[in-house]
Every structure is written in structure tokens, then in C-alpha cells.
């Protein structure tokens, strides 16, 4: 049986959105993560509860199927529920609704806890998850793989990790992936495409100071979307793979 479901209403601001008045990924992706939080905090197993144990969530996987993207000033209700656990991954799944109770958003995600001193992941304690009465299996969830960049259509863009892309785990929040992802594209791409699925795979943090190469390949598939495939790099070692289907918005 699944576990507690949670949900919050939220009101699309101005500084959520991007240069159409579409929410933007990254803020999306922000808003999830503070619900899920904030269910955690109801539940009394709170990111300082968690901290007190030396450990700390980490986000290993996204997949991200979207209609729509919600629109500034636009009321939604975004809903989360913990779904299963094993002895070292969690499934947590969200949603966004529009006010007519129409799905625009939904994501499935893989969680772990990281050992703050190793930084290693470790098997999930009892007292932590069991609050979100989620159902324990021992199955693994096979999660598909982001599509690979192709090598001979490679292109990137240079970032530097700057402060305030570091969060209090001492690494770059996740949505900073999906920032340097997205603005490697350019302007006249994303102005001219709207997103309708993602698959993202983090696989080593990024650290302050770091310098990260963005890379990517575009690809067209049938009835026109694009698919764009990237990779985060610094120093030759991959931290972060994911692909994307877009259409073309209509003129």
C-alpha cells in the first residue's frame, strides 16, 4: 500500500515563471521539493531529524511527463506521496493540478539518504521512513536511462560554480543541473519549444569553485519533437546525465 498522501496550493509568481509566462523547470522543481519537505516537517522527521542522525536526502533520479507547464499567477495544487522503500532507495511520487483538477505535471523520483561525514549512501533506518507509511519491497525499481549525448552532434557551454549554487549539503542544488542544462540550449530554442518529458540521472556532486561543462546533441524524432540529450562534466567525470523531448510551440 502506498503512503500519506500531502498536498499544498501554490500561486505561480512572477519571478517563477520565464520569459512566456510558463513556469520554469527549475522553480518547478523547487516548489516539489519544499512540499515534500514540508510533509516531512508535518511528520515530525524534518530535514534537522534527519541531520541529528548524520544523514541527509539525496535525489537520485527524475522522470518528469508534462502537458502543460503552470502559468504566472495561475493557482495549482501540487500533491506528493511517498510511495515504496528498499534498503537503499525511496519512490516518491508528485503531481500538479490546475484548478479545473486537470494533471499537468507528474513526476516519479528516486530518493537516498547520504552519510553527511562519508558521503555515501546507506540503508534507510526505520525511524525515519516509517512515519510516511509508504510499503516496503524488495524490488528494485528499474528506472530507464537518460538517452546519451551523441558525440559527433556535441555541443556545450562553460559554467562556473558559483556560491549561491551551493545548498547547506555543501554541494549544487539539483536545480542548478537542470538551469545549466537548459540555458546551454540558447534563447531562440527555448522560446520556440515547450517541454513535454525529461529523464534526469544525478551521479556525482558538484562542488564549489568547480568549473562544469554543459554539453549536449539535438536529434529529431517523428511528428516533428526534438529530443535533446545532455551531460554534466567537470574534469572529465560525469555528474549528471539527461534527456528531453520537446515539440514546437505553435505560431
Same mark, same amino acid.
Given at each position: 500500500?502506498?503512503?500519506?498522501?500531502? $498536498?499544498?496550493?501554490?500561486?505561480?509568481?512572477?519571478?517563477?515563471?520565464?520569459? *512566456?509566462? #510558463?513556469?520554469?523547470? !527549475?522553480?518547478?522543481? +523547487?516548489?516539489?521539493?519544499?512540499?515534500?519537505?514540508?510533509?516531512?516537517?508535518?511528520?515530525?522527521?524534518?530535514?534537522?531529524?534527519?541531520?541529528?542522525?548524520?544523514?541527509?536526502?539525496?535525489?537520485?533520479?527524475?522522470?518528469?511527463?508534462?502537458?502543460?507547464?503552470?502559468?504566472?499567477?495561475?493557482?495549482?495544487?501540487?500533491?506528493?506521496?511517498?510511495?515504496?522503500?528498499?534498503?537503499?532507495?525511496?519512490?516518491?511520487?508528485?503531481?500538479?493540478?490546475?484548478?479545473?483538477?486537470?494533471?499537468?505535471?507528474?513526476?516519479?523520483?528516486?530518493?537516498?539518504?547520504?552519510?553527511?561525514?562519508?558521503?555515501?549512501?546507506?540503508?534507510?533506518?526505520? $525511524?525515519?521512513?516509517?512515519?510516511?507509511?509508504?510499503?516496503?519491497?524488495?524490488? *528494485?525499481? #528499474?528506472?530507464?536511462? !537518460?538517452?546519451?549525448? +551523441?558525440?559527433?552532434?556535441?555541443?556545450?557551454?562553460?559554467?562556473?560554480?558559483?556560491?549561491?549554487?551551493?545548498?547547506?549539503?555543501?554541494?549544487?542544488?539539483?536545480?542548478?543541473?537542470?538551469?545549466?542544462?537548459?540555458?546551454?540550449?540558447?534563447?531562440?530554442?527555448?522560446?520556440?519549444?515547450?517541454?513535454?518529458?525529461?529523464?534526469?540521472?544525478?551521479?556525482?556532486?558538484?562542488?564549489?569553485?568547480?568549473?562544469?561543462?554543459?554539453?549536449?546533441?539535438?536529434?529529431?524524432?517523428?511528428?516533428?519533437?526534438?529530443?535533446?540529450?545532455?551531460?554534466?562534466?567537470?574534469?572529465?567525470?560525469?555528474?549528471?546525465?539527461?534527456?528531453?523531448?520537446?515539440?514546437?510551440?505553435?505560431?
Amino acid at each position: 500500500m502506498s503512503g500519506k498522501v500531502y $498536498e499544498e496550493e501554490h500561486t505561480v509568481k512572477y519571478y517563477e515563471g520565464d520569459t *512566456l509566462g #510558463r513556469m520554469s523547470l !527549475p522553480m518547478l522543481i +523547487n516548489n516539489l521539493i519544499h512540499v515534500s519537505e514540508t510533509q516531512s516537517s508535518v511528520l515530525g522527521v524534518d530535514d534537522a531529524f534527519v541531520k541529528s542522525r548524520g544523514l541527509s536526502w539525496i535525489i537520485l533520479q527524475y522522470g518528469i511527463e508534462i502537458k502543460r507547464m503552470p502559468r504566472i499567477t495561475e493557482k495549482v495544487r501540487i500533491q506528493t506521496q511517498a510511495m515504496s522503500y528498499n534498503k537503499l532507495f525511496c519512490y516518491r511520487d508528485f503531481n500538479v493540478r490546475d484548478e479545473a483538477g486537470e494533471e499537468i505535471v507528474t513526476v516519479h523520483s528516486t530518493f537516498a539518504l547520504m552519510d553527511l561525514e562519508k558521503r555515501k549512501m546507506v540503508r534507510v533506518p526505520q $525511524e525515519v521512513i516509517a512515519p510516511y507509511e509508504s510499503e516496503f519491497t524488495k524490488r *528494485l525499481i #528499474r528506472t530507464p536511462q !537518460p538517452e546519451k549525448v +551523441n558525440e559527433e552532434k556535441l555541443a556545450a557551454k562553460t559554467y562556473r560554480v558559483r556560491y549561491l549554487d551551493i545548498d547547506q549539503n555543501k554541494h549544487v542544488n539539483n536545480s542548478k543541473y537542470f538551469e545549466w542544462a537548459l540555458d546551454a540550449l540558447g534563447y531562440d530554442f527555448l522560446a520556440t519549444h515547450e517541454l513535454m518529458s525529461m529523464n534526469i540521472k544525478f551521479e556525482k556532486e558538484v562542488q564549489y569553485g568547480e568549473q562544469v561543462q554543459s554539453e549536449y546533441s539535438l536529434r529529431k524524432m517523428e511528428e516533428g519533437q526534438v529530443l535533446s540529450a545532455h551531460r554534466i562534466v567537470t574534469e572529465g567525470k560525469t555528474n549528471c546525465e539527461l534527456s528531453a523531448v520537446w515539440k514546437a510551440l505553435e505560431e
